[in-house]
């Protein structure tokens, strides 16, 4: 028969070894102190209903973590009574508290919104959420198992190339829900973190915020859709200063956007059509300022020009159009193509 150990025992190499074997700490306890799994068990159960640990996961995929330990990776499944906030108040609200107000509010923002697209969206059974601490930054990533983002919303506007829906996000005002929804949620989470990428249906999209930068890759296929979000610990980004940044001065209203045109270009082609110009065009007359951002954009034709900076300018005169990081090939198009009078 086992030696008996005093609960204090137990429970004291199950809080110090727990950040180490998440997943195994049942055997690694009964092997180190000589117990039986079940004893092991029942003070688990204690410390959950005490609260000083969190369980995640069922059967083989059960983990547990300290409810203060900052790495963690919890399964929830999706059910009508599962709440973003109260999820990040439960578990991950301490840890983020201890950082700088900044960096507490991008992370809250980013987290409800991207988490409650999992529940009210994704189609998904189960969402896995990571939290990733490391010395100068931290990382958070969402991953669900349902239909993956660009494909949801690839169906919801009836594109003929998934890669169109990754153009669409970046405009920000565009859900597959209008009447509960802005659209507004995963625009400025992609602009408020260091860098976000959004992986699903075969492509990752990341944008990088600290280089101003962005890419589109094909990867392989996996169910559902992983966003993971980086910040520094030093960071000076500001949410009400990123809200500004696009809203109208006096109403405050979200009247601006920025995009970047390279997302336009499907496989092979080059900016000379209309056609293209009116995928990049779909859905921007709900703003009032619009900055297209030429960055890796290496030539631009005529009709595409003709359609963005007159025909839609025409239709649509009280919004203003802006361009940045033009070649000087691009340039001389635009100009050229800009209506004098």
Same mark, same amino acid.
């Given at each position: 028969m086992p030696p008996k150990h005093p609960n204090s025992v137990v429970k004291h190499y199950?809080? *110090?070894?727990?950040?180490? +074997?998440? *997943?195994?700490?049942?055997s690694q306890a009964a092997d180190s102190l000589g117990v039986t799994r079940t004893t092991v068990h029942r003070h688990l159960n204690d410390l959950l209903e005490q609260g000083e640990i969190i369980k995640t996961g069922k059967k083989k995929g059960c983990r547990y973590y300290l409810k203060k330990e900052r790495n963690k990776s919890l399964i929830f499944p999706i059910t009508p009574n599962l709440d973003e906030f109260e999820v990040w108040k439960a578990y991950f609200w301490d840890n983020f508290k201890e950082t700088n107000s900044n960096i507490f509010e991008i992370s809250e +923002?980013?987290?409800?919104? !991207?988490?409650?697209?999992?529940?009210?969206?994704?189609?998904?059974?189960?969402?896995?959420?990571?939290?990733?601490?490391? *010395?100068?930054?931290v990382g958070l990533i969402i991953q669900d198992d349902g239909i993956g983002i660009f494909k949801n919303i690839q169906l919801a506007f009836q594109f003929t190339e998934i890669k169109e829906s990754i153009l669409e996000i970046t405009k920000g005002k565009v859900t597959t829900d209008p009447s509960h929804h802005?659209? #507004?949620?995963?625009?400025?989470?992609?602009?408020?973190?260091?860098?976000? $990428?959004?992986?699903?249906n075969g492509l990752l999209f990341l944008r990088d915020n600290l280089e101003?930068?962005?890419?589109?890759?094909?990867?392989?296929?996996? %169910?559902?859709?992983?966003?993971?979000? $980086?910040?520094?610990?030093?960071?000076?980004?500001?949410?009400?200063?990123?809200?500004?940044? +696009?809203?109208?001065?006096?109403t405050l209203e979200f009247s601006k956007t920025d995009i970047p045109v390279q997302l336009v270009i499907l496989?092979? #082609?080059?900016?000379?059509?209309?056609?293209?110009?009116?995928?990049?065009l779909r859905g921007l007359e709900q703003f009032k300022t619009i900055r297209l951002d030429f960055k890796k954009v290496d030539i631009v034709g005529q009709g595409f020009v003709d359609e963005i900076f007159r025909v839609f300018i025409r239709? +649509?005169?009280?919004?203003?159009? #802006?361009?940045?990081? %033009?070649?000087?090939?691009?340039?001389?198009? !635009?100009?050229?193509?800009?209506? *004098?009078?």
């Open positions: 199950l809080i *110090k070894h727990l950040s180490q +074997y998440p *997943k195994t700490i049942v +923002y980013g987290f409800t919104e !991207i988490l409650n697209n999992a529940i009210e969206h994704a189609r998904a059974r189960t969402v896995r959420i990571s939290s990733n601490w490391q *010395k100068d930054k802005t659209g #507004e949620g995963l625009f400025f989470t992609s602009r408020a973190f260091d860098s976000c $990428s959004i992986k699903a101003q930068d962005w890419f589109v890759q094909t990867v392989d296929e996996s %169910a559902g859709t992983s966003v993971s979000l $980086s910040i520094a610990l030093d960071s000076q980004r500001s949410l009400p200063a990123l809200f500004r940044q +696009y809203q109208t001065h006096k496989e092979g #082609e080059h900016l000379i059509s209309r056609s293209q110009a009116k995928r990049i239709q +649509y005169p009280h919004i203003k159009i #802006e361009f940045c990081n %033009a070649n000087s090939d691009v340039q001389f198009m !635009i100009e050229r193509g800009i209506p *004098k009078n």
